[in-house]
């Protein structure tokens, strides 16, 4: 799997803490999106209000081998198309995305995946800790009918099965590859990740640290985050914190972030968060620090 955190500006922090609310939560009649499934209870098509629909099909081994995106208006004709292959454990080891043309009429190829996974024998005792990892992930695009290849990842795993180093590369002319950034993780006992260190390769071939952020928990909660900037000594020094807050039934309903000025960390954005029965998100509040008046201020709402 390929890590995804958010950006480490401060302010954006808090944009993309609202949307990690909204997509976390399960989908349901409330926000209008139907699933229909299959008699052996496979999801066959997912409709989305007014706006989109998607289909998926199936092979054998009841692995979705296909996936179209439609839109629901007009003539609801797909607009994007995933195929999938699959190795025979059942790893997703190829993912193909086409976007239907309407010249050609019929899909044109944008992107190819494939990803390999550690060669290990599968037991019927096997927990998940010990399932098959993909160990590299070539991501490619497709020009004037052919595939070339744009960018691949590599991880390495302890042996808990956390990916505790991920390197990017790019490729290079006479179809090698060279290595761009790696990226490095740590892990609590209970597998959340509590740093994160980003390095990236210079013009002349040296390691230069990037950002780092360390992380504490409130078992899988995440209840502070700081983030580091590197310094001209290489070193890292304190640039924004994050502070989060929680209601009774689990859900974020605050988040504050600061920024480091000289040895204090000063007010910054704050957004309050409410939900509905369902566990859906209904509003976010966003204030802003008034170091004049020393207090918070309105900003703006929002409501979904």
């Not at 993309?16 to 209008?32: D, I, R, T």
Request: glycine residues 6%.
């Amino acid at each position: 799997m390929i890590f995804i955190f958010m950006n480490m500006k401060a302010f954006y922090f808090v944009i993309l803490s609202m949307l990690a609310l909204m997509f976390s939560c399960k989908p349901n009649a409330e926000n209008n999106v139907v699933h229909h499934y299959d008699t052996v209870k496979s999801v066959v098509r997912t409709d989305t209000g007014d706006f989109l629909k998607v289909s998926y099909q199936y092979d054998g081994m009841e692995t979705c081998s296909e996936l179209r995106r439609a839109s629901r208006d007009g003539e609801g004709k797909p607009f994007l198309m995933y195929a999938y292959g699959y190795d025979t454990l059942g790893n997703k080891i190829l993912t193909i995305c086409s976007a239907y043309s309407q010249e050609k009429k019929d899909f044109v190829h944008l992107s190819k995946e494939e990803t390999e996974f550690l060669e290990k024998e599968m037991t019927e005792f096997d927990d998940p800790s010990n399932e098959s990892k993909p160990t590299l992930t070539t991501h490619y695009i497709e020009k004037f009918g052919h595939w070339y290849p744009d960018q691949r990842f590599g991880r390495i795993y302890d042996s808990k099965g956390n990916v505790i180093t991920l390197e990017t590369y790019e490729p290079v002319f006479g179809g090698d590859w060279a290595i761009k950034s790696k990226t490095y993780f740590k892990y609590d006992n209970l597998g959340n990740v509590i740093e994160k260190t980003d390095f990236s390769v210079d013009e002349k071939g040296e390691w230069t640290p990037v950002e780092k952020f360390q992380r504490e928990y409130n078992k899988s909660q995440i209840t502070m985050e700081i983030i580091y900037q590197p310094t001209r000594n290489n070193d890292w020094t304190e640039k924004s914190k994050a502070e989060y807050e929680y209601n009774n039934s689990h859900q974020c309903s605050a988040t504050t972030s600061f920024v480091k000025r000289g040895s204090k960390w000063v007010n910054y954005v704050r957004s309050e968060y409410t939900f509905d029965t369902g566990g859906m998100m209904l509003s976010c509040d966003t204030y802003f620090w008034n170091e004049r008046s020393g207090k918070w201020v309105f900003h703006d709402k929002e409501e979904y």
